[in-house]
């Protein structure tokens, strides 16, 4: 979003206002707008803080201040990670615009990363989106709703979804196997109880049951509902689910960032910044 608006109580300062230079008015003006898109981005943090449970730092560090500059009286607040915006950072691949859209908007959320990988691997069915169980499988979340970044690489590399050309982010046999047999690279002991393996189900969506590696069904499995599940312990016996597979859902409408902008109060911290940096300026001139 842009701060488009009127600077109040010009009438305060014009007599400092005329014993300035053009180029000291507007690095004024740069200044006030500069002070008022902080501001702004303040009370955004602070609405998302309120409005969501949890938030996320990447999704709070998410707005970022265009400034402007004396050869540009012009300011912008946008959540991005955008380097041709004049920003740096964020999660290269995913647009914090996209994530919070539906939320201020409604409508459908954008697809994530890992959701588009695993479609196009044809694991994740069309119109669906992935989602967290109640109760995350152990060491998977982040306490706030989301799946760990290496947990995810981890899971997506066993799944076999880096299929790009020249990606080598698949685990191979060897890695296969130390999942299998001790639950990843990092636990040392190797057993049934430790090793794990994911598997896919879709409950009735295809089928029913899923297929082995011999190419029978497994009809252990044909009542789970759709998703990534993780099997551990002798046997197998112990089976939690990773990622449910859900219908893609409409968000309503739940933030308002663009309101905040035309409150009347952003309008009179403009012209109280402005007046200040004018003030400042004069008094610098006659020093």
Same mark, same amino acid.
């Given at each position: 979003?842009?701060? %488009?608006?009127?600077?109040?109580?010009?009438?305060?300062?014009?007599?400092?206002?005329?014993?300035?230079?053009?180029?000291?008015?507007?690095?004024?003006? &740069?200044? #006030?707008?500069? @002070?008022?898109?902080?501001?702004?981005?303040?009370?955004?943090? &602070?609405?998302?803080?309120? =409005?969501?449970?949890?938030?996320?730092?990447?999704?709070?560090?998410?707005? /970022? !201040?265009?400034?402007?500059?004396?050869?540009?009286?012009?300011?912008?607040?946008?959540?991005?990670?955008?380097? @041709?915006?004049?920003?740096?950072?964020? /999660?290269?691949?995913?647009?914090?615009?996209?994530?919070? $859209?539906?939320?201020?908007?409604?409508?459908?959320? #954008?697809?994530?990363?890992?959701?588009?990988?695993?479609?196009? &691997? *044809?694991?994740?069915? =069309?119109?669906? $989106? =992935?989602?967290?169980?109640?109760?995350?499988?152990?060491?998977?979340?982040?306490?706030?709703?989301?799946?760990?970044?290496?947990?995810?690489?981890?899971?997506?590399?066993?799944?076999?979804?880096?299929?790009?050309?020249? @990606?080598?982010?698949?685990?191979?046999?060897?890695?296969?196997?130390?999942?299998?047999?001790?639950?990843?690279?990092?636990?040392?002991?190797?057993?049934?109880?430790?090793?794990?393996?994911?598997? !896919?189900?879709?409950?009735?969506?295809?089928?029913? #049951?899923?297929?082995? $590696?011999?190419?029978?069904? @497994?009809?252990?499995?044909?009542?789970?509902?759709?998703?990534?599940? &993780?099997?551990?312990?002798? *046997?197998? !016996?112990?089976?939690?689910?990773?990622?449910?597979?859900?219908?893609?859902?409409?968000?309503?409408?739940?933030?308002?960032? $663009?309101?905040?902008? %035309?409150?009347?109060?952003? #309008?009179?911290?403009?012209?109280?910044?402005?007046?200040?940096? !004018?003030?400042?300026?004069?008094? /610098?001139?006659?020093?």
């Amino acid at each position: 979003m842009q701060l %488009n608006t009127n600077i109040i109580g010009v009438d305060r300062v014009r007599k400092q206002l005329e014993a300035l230079s053009d180029l000291q008015i507007r690095e004024a003006s &740069a200044k #006030a707008l500069n @002070d008022a898109a902080f501001q702004l981005r303040r009370d955004m943090q &602070a609405h998302m803080r309120s =409005t969501f449970d949890r938030v996320t730092p990447w999704i709070e560090r998410s707005p /970022k !201040v265009i400034m402007a500059t004396a050869d540009k009286l012009e300011v912008s607040i946008l959540p991005t990670y955008r380097s @041709d915006a004049g920003t740096t950072g964020g /999660k290269v691949g995913v647009d914090p615009q996209q994530v919070l $859209q539906a939320q201020e908007y409604g409508g459908r959320r #954008a697809d994530k990363g890992s959701e588009v990988r695993l479609r196009r &691997a *044809g694991i994740l069915p =069309t119109g669906y $989106q =992935t989602a967290i169980p109640s109760t995350p499988f152990p060491g998977s979340d982040d306490g706030r709703g989301n799946l760990r970044g290496p947990f995810v690489r981890q899971l997506l590399s066993y799944l076999q979804t880096f299929n790009n050309l020249g @990606d080598s982010g698949n685990m191979g046999k060897a890695a296969l196997k130390r999942m299998h047999e001790r639950g990843g690279k990092s636990n040392r002991f190797v057993g049934p109880v430790r090793g794990r393996r994911y598997i !896919v189900t879709y409950g009735g969506m295809r089928g029913g #049951a899923r297929q082995t $590696q011999k190419g029978e069904f @497994d009809q252990r499995m044909a009542n789970l509902p759709a998703g990534i599940w &993780a099997v551990q312990g002798t *046997g197998g !016996v112990d089976v939690r689910p990773v990622l449910l597979f859900v219908r893609q859902g409409n968000y309503r409408p739940l933030l308002r960032l $663009q309101s905040l902008r %035309n409150e009347a109060e952003r #309008a009179e911290y403009l012209g109280r910044r402005f007046r200040y940096h !004018v003030r400042t300026a004069f008094e /610098k001139g006659g020093q």
